[in-house]
Structures are given as structure tokens and as C-alpha cells.
């Protein structure tokens, strides 16, 4: 049953996630929440592991998802087995709209439904994806699993208590915009630089 259930989970993610890997991001939010299999947290740890490595990032999660899941269930043997049934359940649905419009991709081409359809999914796309990004956002620039951030999630009471806000978060966060946008000598770097810098940083603030 959980293999199935991971299957199904994937596949509607896959089939809704209009927008890419990181409209897939509120998708697993909800998953945490419904299923128990992970938490917010390890969600945010999926996005800094799937955007340090190659591959698209929705396929990265859910492989990575289905392995944890599948580890939990019974070992190796369960993590392998979930890590290929939950990106087949991603990928499914986009083989097969694929293939249907390929088959019909004259008709679809001029089709003036379906242009009105991509004009209404364009927006929901960049919603979702815009959702993503501030909830990446508040989880790793606030202690959202601390008591006193549901107390000023409730009474708005002191939102730069410190016991809330993860200050070396913003510190970093801070220091990145600044190297990425206004410091010539570093702006033109390769992502990757940032990306294992900010893990060295990581790693030293934790010990």
C-alpha cells in the first residue's frame, strides 16, 4: 500500500505542478502535512540537495522522497523500490500529455482552447511557484517550528524576537545578494561557487 500510495501522490503532483521542478514545491508541503513520511524542514533540505545537484529538481525530490520513505518502511531494498516508484509517478503524467499532443500537435498548434488554457495556467504557474519561494523563505529565514513564532504568527507580538528570527539565515541571505548583484569582481561567478560556499558556511555555523 505505501508504494501505491507513493505512486499516487507523485502522479498527482506530476499532473498538477504546472510550471516545473519548483511548482512542485507546495505539492510536497502538503504531502508533509497529509502523509507523515517528512517533515517542512525536510522539504527544505530536498530544495538544497536537489538545486546543488544535476537533474531537474522535481525528479531529484521525489527520488529522494521516495527513498527516505522507502528506508523508514524496511531498509535498502524499500528505499530503492521507492525511490524509482516515486519518480515514475512524477514523470508519468508528462509522458503521457506528451505523447497526446505530440499525436494531435498539428490540431493543438492553432487551437484556440488550448492557447486560452496555457493563458490561464501561465499565472497559476507563477503563483504557485511564487508560494514556493516564500515559504522556502520564512522556514529558513525564521525558526517557524519554534513556540514563539506561532505566537507571532497569532499575536503579531514582537516579529524580531530573537527566539523567531534565524538572523545567520537573513546574515547569509544578505551577504549573497550582495555578491550575486553589486560586487563586480564576484557577480559573474558560477552558481556552483555560491552554492558550496553556502554549504561550508552552513556546516561551520551548525558546529
Known amino acids: ?31 508533509a502535512d497529509s502523509t507523515g513520511w517528512f517533515t517542512r524542514i525536510d522539504v527544505d533540505n530536498m530544495i538544497a540537495v536537489g538545486e546543488s545537484t544535476p537533474g531537474p529538481i522535481g525528479v531529484n525530490m521525489a527520488t529522494y ?7 523508514n518502511e524496511g531498509g535498502l531494498p524499500f528505499a530503492l523500490l521507492g525511490a524509482v516508484v516515486a519518480t515514475l509517478g512524477l514523470i508519468t503524467p508528462s509522458i503521457i500529455v506528451i505523447l497526446i499532443i505530440a499525436s494531435f500537435l498539428k490540431s493543438f498548434r492553432d487551437n484556440r482552447y488550448v492557447e486560452s488554457a496555457f493563458y490561464g495556467l501561465r499565472p497559476a504557474s507563477t503563483g504557485l511557484i511564487a508560494a514556493a519561494g516564500l515559504s522556502v523563505a520564512v522556514t529558513n529565514l525564521f525558526y517557524t517550528e519554534s513556540e514563539a513564532f506561532n505566537a507571532v504568527i497569532t499575536k503579531w507580538s514582537d516579529i524580531f524576537d530573537p527566539a523567531v528570527v534565524n538572523w545567520k539565515g537573513w546574515a547569509l541571505a544578505a551577504v549573497l545578494w550582495v555578491l550575486t548583484n553589486k560586487v563586480k569582481q564576484t557577480k559573474k561567478l558560477h552558481p556552483i561557487i555560491f552554492i558550496l560556499g553556502s554549504a561550508v558556511v552552513g556546516i561551520v555555523l551548525v558546529m
Open 65 to 71: 522522497v521516495g527513498y527516505i520513505t522507502g528506508m
Open 1 to 31: 500500500m505505501l508504494f501505491l500510495r507513493l505512486f499516487y501522490e507523485f502522479f498527482k503532483t506530476g499532473l498538477f505542478a504546472v510550471g516545473g521542478g519548483m511548482a512542485t514545491i507546495p505539492f510536497l508541503y502538503n504531502m
